[in-house]
């Protein structure tokens, strides 16, 4: 079953907006960490955040962490045109494997 | 390299066939991790190699999938007489010391198509 679940599947705004988007976990983790995956491309990770912060900021970036309702939202403040791609959210358990699980991601698109 | 690389980029073969799909690591990078993606959908995680420990095959969707890495370095994905359902993206990452510390660096993948 999957670790990190992402919502909305699909999300499409305008350009200057804000976009949100959400990750639920199952299992304690000890951080959470996004990745953007570009159409036919790699992933390439975004942002880590540990079990013991609420929130972290990487330029446009903006992640929060709500453990007690497993739960992490990414905010792209001011979206671009470049912003356009997959976003997924994953978690390695706390315990066991140190394989990092993934979500489904959400397909975001940035309309000029 | 900078980065992960991946080879071959693209593969086309037919229903049946054995193909190898091979992935070098950062240099330095103790963790590797083979991941399959398809058309649309999430990651589905195959194998990890860490060091010289035994690597965690939990992942690995049949027996005609295999993997091996040698000198902790370079790793090869074999699948024998493949099906159409192999259809996907294979990606490779590597890591300092595996997901739970740490972020993954992932490659440009390689494309496998099964006619």
């Known amino acids: 079953s999957q670790q990190g679940e992402e919502d909305p599947q699909a999300l499409s705004i305008q350009e200057g907006e804000n976009a949100t988007m959400n990750c639920s976990y199952k299992?304690?983790?000890?951080?959470l960490q996004w990745y953007r995956q570009n159409s036919g491309r790699g992933l390439v990770h975004l942002i880590l955040i540990r079990s013991n912060e609420r929130e972290k900021h990487s330029g446009r970036l903006r992640v929060t962490l709500d453990t007690s309702k497993k739960s992490s939202s990414l905010l792209i403040t001011a979206s671009r045109a470049a912003d356009t791609a997959s976003y997924f959210c994953?978690?390695?358990?706390?315990?066991?494997?140190?394989?990092?699980?993934f979500g489904q991601g959400t397909r975001l698109t940035i309309n000029p | 390299g900078a980065g992960v690389s991946q080879s071959p980029s693209n593969k086309v073969t037919e229903k049946g066939k054995d193909v190898e799909l091979r992935c070098d690591p950062i240099s330095g990078h103790t963790a590797l991790y083979w991941y399959r993606q398809s058309l649309g959908q999430g990651l589905e995680f195959l194998i990890y190699f860490q060091g010289n420990s035994a690597p965690d095959k939990s992942g690995l969707p049949s027996d005609r999938f295999s993997a091996e890495r040698t000198g902790g370095s370079v790793s090869t994905l074999t699948i024998q007489r493949t099906q159409q359902e192999d259809s996907a993206v294979y990606l490779c990452a590597s890591s300092m010391a595996g997901g739970r510390t740490g972020e993954l660096f992932f490659g440009e993948g390689s494309r496998l198509t099964v006619l």
């Open positions: 994953a978690t390695p358990p706390l315990e066991g494997a140190q394989k990092l699980v």
């Open positions: 299992t304690s983790i000890n951080n």
